[in-house]
């Protein structure tokens, strides 16, 4: 049996939210004496800008934007791209592209990049697509480690939408630990990591994201020390002509998804790692990311629409986590 989490340091708990990366943010944390509301901002709004300057296409001057403009060449990147450019390399490789870098081209193609819808047809032409598709896979994206860069092939536009969010997340779980607020619950857009326990001894409560139609009441979980994300085809989507195209891609079509999966919830120590496993587990479909996602050892949920209605489909882990919330 484990250790129960320590005491946190204050009997306050002090909250904040705002806006940032297009959705909310929000946190509620137990601080040390002395610590205000100020306090905590003055280390959360820092971390949110240097995640903006960094991973948002939507600023012209970002480092990830000024990468897709560039012409081709190896390029020098800063601590923090490489590292999750990294991560999500790593992950392409352990889920064959399910996470993919490289498919910013497709996503502005789809019209859910900075350049917004598209106009006329929301659906693009097979020629536009293939284009696209010729320049994106994370399989043509070259690293340089000694130079700590990526080779650019010349048209390529990265895209961090599926792991963006929880690595600000865990950016800011970590800032307000080195603050002395090791008793926290940081979520942004959905994406969620939880440190310590409230004053009371009670854990951070949270109810899971389901999707309309979901066969299950709305799940509870307890977040000691673990973050959790979930990728939901109902959070940005168009229809046409009768059918519903999530934001997103699956880069061995280059397409929006059409599998089935709805939802997928993923826990993970990492909120990261979550927010990226969650986006891997819904582009790969039920039966295959269900596999996967046990073979890994992950707590994952994964719902899925079917002619019979909304199934869902539990990994062991997850279905032991909450046998553990329950008891």
Known sequence: MSAPPSRPPGDDVLRLRGETMGTTWSVSAVAPAGVTEADLLAVIQPELDAVIAVFSPWERTSEISRFNAAPAGVWALSQGF??????????????????????????????????????????????????????????????????????????????????????????????LTRLGATAHLVEIGGEMRGRGVKPDGQPWWIGLEEPPGAPSSRTVAALVDIAVATSGDWRRAFEHEGRLYPHTIDGRTGRPIDNGVTSVTVFHASAMSADAWATALTVLGAEESLSLATAHGLAAQIVVRTEAGVIEHLTPAFIAMMDEDEA
């Open 82 to 175: 490489w590292m999750v450019l990294d991560a999500s390399m790593d992950l392409a490789d352990d889920t064959d592209g399910a996470v993919d870098p490289t498919l910013g081209a497709l996503v502005d193609l789809w019209g859910f990049g900075p350049p917004g819808p598209r106009i006329g047809s929301p659906v693009p032409p097979e020629d536009e697509i293939a284009a696209a598709l010729s320049v994106s896979g994370w399989q043509k994206l070259r690293l340089n480690r000694d130079a700590r860069g990526a080779v650019q092939p010349g048209g390529m536009k990265l895209d961090f939408s599926g792991i963006a969010k929880g690595h600000a997340v865990d950016r800011l779980s970590d800032a």
